[in-house]
């Protein structure tokens, strides 16, 4: 009887969480691909509600490149032997917040002059004239488009003995 239980406040919780992806826009197929990207180690369960939470936090870009995202942290957590669930969520982070040394710490390196320098030059401003929400899109937005680089820079992520368990 308890397993039952388990069960169903299981496919309640999935049930919400997915009704959630859908409403903000997420793309199933990205979660397969993020999937595919970090070797089985994390869920399709805990990829959607990562996926959501960076969809709340509209992160520009966040939904196309949400396997990439994936890819990148599951590198990083594979090189230093850390939780690949933990460096998705502070890869998260670090894209929400635009900080430069957590973004570096996932080999994302963004100048922000420039990328301010891009952005008002996308929207017809000067840099002076952007907001301090302008400056931090723009930031998020350099750094997503240096997820290539930053997959180049680190090695892919192995099907080790750690990974395998974890799978």
Do not use: C, W
């Amino acid at each position: 009887f308890p397993v039952t239980i388990y069960v169903a406040e299981r496919g309640e919780k999935f049930g919400s969480i997915a009704a959630a992806f859908e409403k903000l826009g997420g793309d199933n197929n990205q979660i397969v691909e993020a999937k595919k990207a970090v070797l089985g180690v994390v869920d399709s369960f805990t990829l959607m509600q990562v996926a959501n939470e960076g969809l709340h936090k509209q992160i520009p870009g966040f939904n196309e490149n949400f396997a990439k995202i994936a890819d990148v942290a599951n590198r990083v957590a594979d090189a230093t032997g850390t939780d690949a669930v933990a460096s998705l969520n502070g890869l998260v982070d670090a894209l929400s917040s635009g900080r430069e040394m957590a973004l570096k710490s996932y080999g994302i390196v963004v100048n922000q002059e420039e990328a301010y320098r891009k952005y008002a030059d996308a929207i017809g401003k000067t840099t002076d004239a952007l907001t301090d929400n302008q400056k931090k899109e723009a930031v998020q937005l350099a750094a997503i488009g240096q997820l290539d680089a930053a997959l180049t820079k680190l090695a892919p992520a192995g099907d080790s003995v750690k990974n395998a368990l974890d799978a």
